[in-house]
């Protein structure tokens, strides 16, 4: 086959590129709403698989030795909703997850609304992209037994 017919590979669509404040080792800490101090606990780490098509979350949260969560997100790019879809593959689901992810600037909001998770993250970047903060609440007539909200908040180390 002459190179001119030869089909040219496919990069990362360049939208990723908003992605890329989020690469590296964060600690977190947060509480649930209405308690006192600090009872969430964890580390997020991200990276880029080869070829950049998707962006890897690893992420270990202790609710105050109550609960553990450990998961794996991989998000990537749906050009036609200009949106950052990703599934969540979790110690907490026997099934992975569908996410949402829309970054302007520098507000990032995550949703999720599968079976009885109803609920979304609003959180916003600061510090030159060294930290964030934020929060998960329930969507309007989720389970809050499910959905609890609770705050979190992190920094690069």
Known sequence: MSDEHRPMPLGPDPALAVLD???????????TLGSEGTAIRGRASYRWLPGGFF???HV?????????VDSLELVGYDPRSKT?????YSNMSPQDLPY?????GDDVTITVAH?????????????????????????PGADE??????????HRV
């Open 21 to 31: 404040r989020f690469v590296g080792e964060w600690a977190m800490e947060g509480r």
């Open 55 to 57: 962006l890897e979350q």
């Open 60 to 68: 270990e949260l202790d609710f105050d030795g109550m609960v553990r």
């Open 84 to 88: 950052f879809p990703s599934r969540v």
């Open 100 to 104: 949402t992810w829309s970054i302007e």
């Open 115 to 139: 079976g009885p998770l109803d609920a979304t993250f609003r959180g916003r970047f600061s510090g030159g992209g060294d930290t964030f903060a934020g929060g998960w609440r329930p969507n």
């Open 145 to 154: 037994d499910v959905n609890f909200p609770y705050d979190v908040s992190g």
